[in-house]
């Protein structure tokens, strides 16, 4: 699917490959039911500033935004877009339901339609 997310400087169109979850800053989420998707940057190396008696060194960051989501195209895509955070659906897209069978421990089970 392709998602399109409102940034700061305009919208990004971002690729999301079938059977694939976004994460949304809370959680991990289909692509058709996001609102917001969190987005990152891979780690920026930056100089320290030298402090009392601690020798300089290279400070590692990210940047996380949670950028809005204001469209999603069903068009299928191969690969996510690297600046998303995603995981493959363990369910790849099916229906997943819990079934207790012993107090309150959860036990999941693919359910299908009998004919």
Do not use: H, W
Request: with cysteine; aromatic share 6%.
């Amino acid at each position: 699917m392709l998602i399109t997310v409102q940034l700061p400087n305009g919208t990004a169109s971002l690729a999301v490959a079938d059977n694939t979850l976004v994460f949304d800053g809370f959680d991990f989420k289909t692509p058709s039911e996001l609102k917001y998707a969190e987005l990152y940057s891979l780690p920026v190396a930056a100089q320290s500033v030298p402090y009392k008696d601690v020798p300089e060194q290279v400070l590692l960051t990210a940047v996380r935004i949670r950028a809005l989501v204001t469209n999603v195209d069903a068009t299928s895509e191969p690969t996510t877009d690297p600046s998303l955070e995603a995981v493959p659906d363990p369910s790849n897209g099916q229906c997943v339901c819990g079934l207790t069978c012993n107090g309150t421990e959860l036990r999941f089970a693919v359910v299908q339609l009998e004919n």
